[in-house]
């Protein structure tokens, strides 16, 4: 048997990984601003994320929720201090994909209506229902049902305001668009989405999975606005690599034994990861940090030559270029050994670990720089 063929994939194998750094097979070392898809959140391999995955499989590594399991409980505790949601709910799973699911599925439950309101460019998941919300046909087989989900252009308050009414069972929005391109959602346009919500009896979800867990230099990035979502999904940086993904409730939502379910999610090594996170994240203030450092990259790219727009908050960074980004993405890896994302054609897609320093920052503005400034007179 061989694998599955649907990665394109770099002649790259990564066998160490340290901070915001990971070496190959051969030796060679990165300099990693792209942390799996803004998974890695607190540096790889950090030593208390370590220490704390160690103690607990020593343990007991996993049991199914049929039975008490205390330290699902210290992860929403914690979770709910540092986030600043105290008063919601936890519903624990895997993944990105299953808290949108599990958001979309927990809407329908709420208020019994099925229509959705998704946006342009938007990115939720590849389950059935995650992926009828995310505007990509490619990828929602014939076997998905989509006829049920109206988008609509993103940030537009004006179409929003044209398609809300009685039959709308949700509003689902990314507070940051990452595969769509670091396009910010504006606090104007969330707003009113609250706002809409609120006279329509439908629900707001916020798709917080890639732009959650601090990287905007907020806990949450819809925390920079004053809006309260009704759901908020999250995971990548949850577990800093180790599969975990969760749904933040609201207590207007009341629970039924059997209504949501899962094998895996919140098993104990995925908790103790969870919990890793969230301790490394108060101790070393990687929000705070996220905000500084991800200041001071955008503010230094920008004016560069071949760069059009700087988009993001903190440390989820998009460099639109004149020019298709691929021949930097790739110069900046094989040439200058530096990971990099891309969001579209012209958008590099910067997702580094929340403790990056602004001396590791500087080893991408030089790299970066010799780059875009001979692309520009042609060299």
Same mark, same amino acid.
């Given at each position: 048997? @061989?694998?599955?063929?649907?990665? *394109?994939?770099? &002649? =790259? +194998?990564?066998?160490?990984?340290?901070?915001?750094?990971?070496?190959? /097979?051969?030796?060679?070392?990165?300099?990693?601003?792209?942390?799996?898809?803004?998974?890695?959140?607190?540096?790889?391999?950090?030593?208390?994320?370590?220490?704390?995955?160690?103690?607990?499989?020593?343990?007991?590594?996993?049991?199914?929720?049929?039975?008490?399991?205390?330290?699902?409980?210290?992860?929403?505790?914690?979770?709910?201090?540092?986030?600043?949601?105290?008063?919601?709910?936890?519903?624990?799973?895997?993944?990105?994909?299953?808290?949108?699911?599990?958001?979309?599925?927990?809407?329908?439950?709420?208020?019994?209506?099925?229509?959705?309101?998704?946006?342009?460019?938007?990115?939720?998941?590849?389950?059935?229902?995650?992926?009828?919300?995310?505007?990509?046909?490619?990828?929602?087989?014939?076997?998905?049902?989509? @006829?049920?989900?109206?988008?609509? *252009?993103?940030? &537009? =308050? +004006?179409?929003?305001?044209?398609?809300?009414?009685?039959?709308?069972? /949700?509003?689902?929005?990314?507070?940051?668009?990452?595969?769509?391109?670091?396009?910010?959602?504006?606090?104007?346009?969330?707003?009113?989405?609250?706002?809409?919500?609120?006279?329509?009896?439908?629900?707001?979800?916020?798709?917080?999975?890639?732009?959650?867990?601090?990287?905007?230099?907020?806990?949450?990035?819809?925390?920079?606005?004053?809006?309260?979502?009704?759901?908020?999904?999250?995971?990548?940086?949850?577990?800093?690599?180790?599969?975990?993904?969760?749904?933040?409730?609201?207590?207007?939502?009341?629970?039924?034994?059997?209504?949501?379910?899962?094998?895996?999610?919140?098993?104990?090594?995925?908790?103790?990861?969870?919990?890793?996170?969230?301790?490394?994240?108060?101790?070393?203030?990687?929000?705070?940090?996220?905000?500084?450092?991800?200041?001071?990259?955008?503010?230094?790219?920008?004016?560069?030559?071949?760069?059009?727009?700087?988009?993001?908050?903190?440390?989820?960074?998009?460099?639109?270029?004149?020019?298709?980004?691929?021949?930097?993405?790739?110069?900046?890896?094989?040439?200058?050994?530096?990971?990099?994302?891309?969001?579209?054609?012209?958008?590099?897609?910067?997702?580094?670990?929340?403790?990056?320093?602004?001396?590791?920052?500087?080893?991408?503005?030089?790299?970066?720089?010799?780059?875009?400034?001979?692309?520009?007179?042609?060299?």
């Amino acid at each position: 048997m @061989d694998l599955f063929n649907v990665y *394109p994939l770099y &002649d =790259i +194998e990564p066998v160490k990984a340290q901070g915001s750094y990971v070496w190959d /097979a051969t030796g060679q070392k990165y300099l990693d601003l792209y942390g799996g898809h803004a998974v890695i959140s607190i540096g790889h391999t950090h030593p208390h994320y370590v220490q704390k995955l160690t103690e607990q499989l020593n343990k007991i590594g996993f049991y199914s929720n049929s039975v008490q399991i205390p330290i699902q409980t210290e992860l929403a505790e914690k979770l709910g201090k540092l986030s600043g949601y105290e008063d919601y709910h936890l519903f624990l799973i895997n993944s990105g994909a299953e808290a949108n699911e599990n958001a979309l599925k927990l809407a329908s439950f709420y208020n019994g209506r099925k229509k959705i309101i998704a946006f342009k460019k938007s990115f939720h998941g590849r389950t059935a229902g995650a992926v009828a919300a995310t505007d990509n046909p490619a990828i929602a087989a014939p076997i998905n049902p989509t @006829d049920h989900v109206h988008f609509i *252009p993103f940030n &537009d =308050i +004006e179409a929003l305001e044209n398609v809300m009414n009685e039959e709308v069972c /949700a509003i689902i929005v990314e507070g940051i668009q990452g595969v769509g391109g670091i396009n910010v959602t504006s606090g104007e346009f969330l707003q009113k989405a609250r706002e809409l919500c609120d006279k329509f009896g439908s629900v707001l979800i916020v798709d917080s999975v890639q732009c959650g867990y601090g990287r905007s230099g907020k806990f949450f990035s819809h925390q920079h606005y004053d809006v309260q979502p009704d759901l908020i999904t999250t995971a990548k940086g949850m577990g800093n690599g180790f599969p975990i993904g969760g749904l933040l409730i609201h207590p207007k939502f009341k629970a039924i034994h059997g209504m949501l379910g899962t094998t895996f999610g919140g098993n104990h090594l995925a908790c103790a990861a969870g919990i890793a996170v969230l301790d490394v994240m108060k101790q070393e203030n990687l929000v705070e940090n996220a905000a500084v450092v991800g200041n001071y990259l955008m503010d230094n790219v920008k004016g560069l030559p071949g760069v059009k727009e700087v988009r993001g908050r903190g440390l989820m960074i998009g460099i639109e270029t004149e020019e298709p980004v691929e021949v930097v993405r790739k110069k900046l890896l094989f040439e200058h050994h530096i990971f990099t994302g891309y969001a579209g054609k012209h958008t590099l897609r910067l997702l580094p670990s929340l403790a990056l320093t602004k001396t590791e920052v500087d080893i991408f503005l030089e790299a970066f720089s010799k780059i875009v400034k001979a692309e520009n007179v042609g060299v």
